[in-house]
């Protein structure tokens, strides 16, 4: 198949599930078809996959994950401070670490609306559908939900990472209180605790918590920073952290806290690979 015969494949697929998408007419161009699929993949109820929509769907994604650009860690320039820290704005799911996390919700099966450009909807579109599948069964074996500040870890599929660690950040509804704070550290501490269990040697973090769960962003980025800094003294570990930031209002807040003077060396990789 060439890549627009295996996304039209995927699309039929999907829409013989039973969804608000099933008796939708596919579009004829590509990126009506392109938000079609997705949008089949956000509304995918977790069942059992065969192995041939597997391997086509893992075809496709990762050569549409290739098309977006990969950004290689390798390629990125430690702060002077703490050459384990960095500081990136870009998109998280083009990253090549060892993981990345996902601001989960207590559900932890991904984000079930329709294009939503929600860091969960994103990862879990770029990732393929064994990725709610996997937290799906993770979440049965548990019989709960998650709860706040914890952290689980599931393989990242098509994603250039190996891992993706999920966590459940506290929403803020009304003025933030201590229990939001101690909360959200306990998401950085439980990834960060959870990554070196795991081997992992290379964590992106985004703004977990900011955007729709409320949480002012400045003393979002404090806590971040402030949690993984305390780690690194308590444990010595050597796990390097990218703060991954996507809007400019972060970048400039995380600047501020980290004292980088300019970052242009680690975001004109991010504009490269958009050429």
Avoid at 11 to 30: A, F, M, T, V
Avoid at 91 to 115: E, H, K, Q, W
Avoid at 186 to 191: A, E, T
Avoid at 219 to 228: C, G, L, Q, Y
Wanted: net charge negative.
């Amino acid at each position: 198949m060439t890549h627009e015969e295996q996304r039209l494949w995927l699309i039929k697929q999907l829409q013989k599930d039973d969804s608000q998408l099933s008796d939708y007419r596919i579009p004829k161009d590509e990126q009506g078809q392109k938000d079609l699929l997705r949008g089949l993949m956000n509304i995918w109820l977790p069942k059992e996959l065969d192995e041939e929509f597997l391997k086509i769907q893992d075809e496709y994604l990762t050569e549409e994950n290739r098309r977006v650009g990969i950004v290689d860690i390798e390629d990125l320039e430690p702060l002077g401070c703490d050459n384990r820290l960095y500081l990136w704005q870009g998109d998280m799911t083009t990253l090549r670490v060892d993981a990345i996390t996902n601001p989960a919700n207590s559900a932890l099966l991904g984000c079930f609306r329709i294009l939503h450009n929600c860091a969960d909807n994103c990862i879990h579109s770029k990732a393929g559908l064994a990725l709610r599948y996997r937290c799906n069964s993770i979440m049965q074996a548990q019989g709960h939900e998650e709860a706040t500040g914890q952290a689980k870890i599931t393989p990242a599929y098509n994603l250039p990472c190996k891992y993706v660690l999920h966590t459940v950040g506290p929403i803020v509804q009304g003025p933030l209180q201590n229990k939001h704070e101690e909360l959200l550290a306990s998401c950085y501490r439980s990834c960060l605790e959870l990554a070196d269990e795991n081997g992992v040697k290379s964590l992106a973090f985004c703004c977990i918590s900011t955007g729709v769960f409320m949480f002012p962003n400045e003393r979002a980025a404090e806590i971040a920073v402030s949690t993984v800094c305390k780690y690194y003294e308590e444990t010595g570990s050597q796990i390097k952290v990218i703060f991954n930031v996507y809007k400019d209002e972060d970048l400039d807040i995380y600047s501020r806290i980290l004292f980088v003077g300019d970052t242009d060396k680690n975001n004109k990789k991010y504009r490269e690979s958009k050429l």
